[in-house]
């Protein structure tokens, strides 16, 4: 662990942004499994998608062609495009 107030190491961030892309990928995989489907779901991964448009906007969309064509076609569904906060 390291102390709070100390900045993260390039190697502790290159650890937490693996694991990002590892769980982008299986979702990217299989898509079809985690959008098709009328429950939460797809809310939470569009929220997700959509935070890390803010803090990264280009590095996840790469190599993920169908979650980003289904990121951008579900964000404008009227309950989604209600309540996005671009702040």
């Known amino acids: ?4 107030d100390a900045p ?8 937490q942004k693996r694991k ?3 769980g982008l ?3 990217e995989k299989d898509l079809a499994a985690y959008t098709g489907n ?11 998608c959509h935070f890390l448009d803010r803090v990264c906007p280009d ?7 169908g979650l980003t064509k ?3 076609a579900y964000r ?3 309950h989604m495009a209600k309540t996005e906060v671009n702040e």
């Open 76 to 78: 404008k569904e009227p």
């Open 8 to 15: 993260a190491s390039k190697w502790w961030e290159e650890r």
């Open 59 to 65: 590095d996840w969309r790469q190599g993920r062609p």
């Open 25 to 27: 990928d299986k979702i």
């Open 38 to 48: 009328k429950t939460v779901t797809p809310i939470l991964l569009c929220c997700m």
């Open 70 to 72: 289904w990121y951008e």
């Open 20 to 22: 990002v892309d590892i």
């Open 1 to 4: 662990s390291r102390k709070p």
